[in-house]
């Protein structure tokens, strides 16, 4: 079974608008965390965001937050005032207990933002 | 700013050949993994390294596989026999004990290519 779920593989969005990417997760395990990673066509992997399981807040850092419903088992990522630079893979990931930090990643989200 | 260093950033070999791909994690890092992409699919974990021991590995990481950390800066990925189907980007990652995030800094990756 998938631990990651990125159901959208693509999206679009106009320059300066919000856009919100999906990301479920299935863990049985109480402590986990949550990361976002951008994958430009250049390749590398750039972190973005951190959300753990035990953060009473959502985690924001400059114009990407992390909407993260626990009962739902989401962290979806926003991107505010979205910039052409913006346009990249992005990946969701979750790494589960506190012995074990291997990253468990989704397939992604190929996101465009238009002039 | 410190950053995780991959060489060489393309690799071509033919099958049954060895390879070695080699990392320089950031120099106060603790915990070092190998991932890889094959082209168009997702992020997969391979294997994690902690006091000079795998600490976790994927199934993917079989007996064709291994790691070393030969010195107090390189951590390197070797394949013994290379398989076609061995053919993908692979990154490095490290990270330190930064509160309770475990951030993961990835390397830039190195595409390897068998033939």
């Known amino acids: 079974a998938q631990k990651i779920t990125q159901t959208q593989p693509g999206m679009f969005v106009q320059e300066k608008e919000a856009v919100t990417l999906d990301c ?33 807040q959502n985690a924001t850092e400059g114009r990407y937050s992390l909407n993260f419903q626990k009962a739902r088992k989401s962290a979806n990522l926003v991107i505010s005032a979205s910039q052409l630079g913006d346009s990249a893979m992005y990946f969701c990931a979750m790494r589960e207990g506190v012995s ?4 468990n990643f989704g397939k992604g989200t190929s996101l465009l933002v238009t002039p | 700013e410190p950053e995780v260093t991959q060489t060489p950033s393309h690799q071509v070999t033919q099958m049954g050949q060895e390879v070695i791909l080699r990392c320089v994690p950031i120099s106060n890092h603790l915990y070092f993994y190998w991932y890889r992409q094959i082209l168009g699919q997702k992020v997969e974990f391979l294997v994690s390294f902690y006091n000079n021991e795998i600490s976790e590995k994927s199934e993917i990481f079989d007996d064709q596989f291994s790691v070393e950390r030969p010195d107090g800066s390189n951590f390197t990925l070797k394949i013994r026999s290379t398989k076609l189907e061995d053919s993908a980007m692979y990154f490095c990652a490290s990270h330190g004990l930064a509160g309770d995030s475990y951030e993961q800094y990835f390397g830039p990756g190195t595409r390897l290519t068998v033939t």
Not at chain 1, 30 to 54: D, N, R, V
Not at chain 1, 100 to 103: I, Q, T
Request: no cysteine; aromatic share 24%; glycine share 10%.
């Open chain 1, 24 to 56: 479920t997760y299935d863990t049985s395990d109480p402590s986990y965390g949550l990361f976002w990673y951008k994958q430009p066509s250049s390749g590398e992997m750039i972190f973005l965001i951190y959300q753990g399981s035990y953060d009473q």
């Open chain 1, 100 to 103: 074990g930090y291997a990253l």
